[in-house]
């Protein structure tokens, strides 16, 4: 077997091959749980709420991969936000504008909602 490269076509392997392998160290690809985004204008406030859909994949979930009765950190991969334009009131209770880490307590008849300064995986709440 003969093989006959040229100088062109050596380089150009050469580049083919380093911008291959420099795309897949760059690429940023997505968590299995993908992130969303919900935004609404509620009022004069515009109410924005990021998570990560959990991916179910036949677990149980309530009581099971999250247990009942103790707080979780609603969501997958990431701590779900929900932020406020304007000062809002909820359950006649004050609640100043700004983003905030959204933790709940579910339980088998009623759920305790927390807007918890702590935005991020390592905040504590």
Known sequence: ??????LASVLILT??????VQSQSVLDLPYASQAAQVKQRVGVTDITITYHRPVVNGRKIWGGLV???????AGANENTTIEFSTPVSIESKPL???TYGLQMIPNADSWTVIFSKAKTRSEST
């Open 96 to 98: 100043p504008a700004g």
């Open 15 to 20: 580049l083919c091959t380093v911008a291959n």
């Open 1 to 6: 077997m003969n093989l006959n490269f040229s």
């Open 67 to 73: 247990p009942l009765g103790q707080v979780w950190r």
